[in-house]
């Protein structure tokens, strides 16, 4: 299916957005073992910015996972909350044929066809998010939709830096800070 349904819009005329947060789902199984929009939303909702000036995109690969999430964020707990919030539905070809599983989704002999369908993924959130909130943003911050913690600071930490690119490396449950400066 080539056809992408209008985004679902589920808040009120937007403001000016410093950040946007942007995560890719293929199913129910992206949010991880016993997770589900509940706790991604939670998650984001934990983050001390200041949630007015905070636009969500999520692009969801499965219908029912798509409707499941759309009905969560349409709860009145969650309608108003952030700036904006703009749901979208797409497969994306070849998307079947590389497999969910930890095991099988991180074996080497698909990688480059799996990242290469991640890209393909974000670049299509990244334009049908910045397209439907009719505005510009300052940042842009990636979350998998299974990351179970985040410091509630993150945007503020990531502003501070003042570099164009910033990414977070996690090792051993340390959070390590590097940036990367593209001119």
């Not at 499965?62 to 009905?71: G, H, I, K, L, S």
Request: proline residues 4%; hydrophobic residues 35%; contains cysteine.
């Amino acid at each position: 299916n080539n056809i992408l349904p209008p985004p679902t819009e589920v808040t009120l005329p937007p403001q000016s957005s410093d950040v946007l947060i942007l995560t890719i789902l293929k199913d129910n199984t992206s949010f991880g073992s016993k997770r589900t929009i509940k706790n991604y939303i939670h998650l984001i909702k934990s983050f001390s910015y200041n949630p007015k000036k905070i636009s969500v995109g999520m692009l969801i690969s499965d219908q029912n996972t798509y409707d499941e999430v759309q009905a969560y964020w349409k709860k009145s707990s969650n309608l108003n909350y952030f700036n904006q919030i703009k749901i979208f539905h797409k497969l994306c070809e070849g998307d079947n044929s590389i497999g969910r599983s930890d095991r099988l989704r991180h074996a080497p002999s698909i990688q480059k066809k799996r990242r290469s369908l991640l890209a393909r993924y974000r670049n299509l959130l990244l334009s049908l998010t910045l397209g439907n909130i009719g505005m510009d943003v300052d940042n842009i911050l990636w979350i998998d939709a299974d990351m179970a913690m985040i410091p509630s600071n993150i945007i503020e930490t990531f502003q501070k830096t003042q570099k164009k690119i910033v990414t977070v490396q996690y090792v051993k449950n340390n959070i390590i800070l590097h940036t990367f400066h593209i001119q």
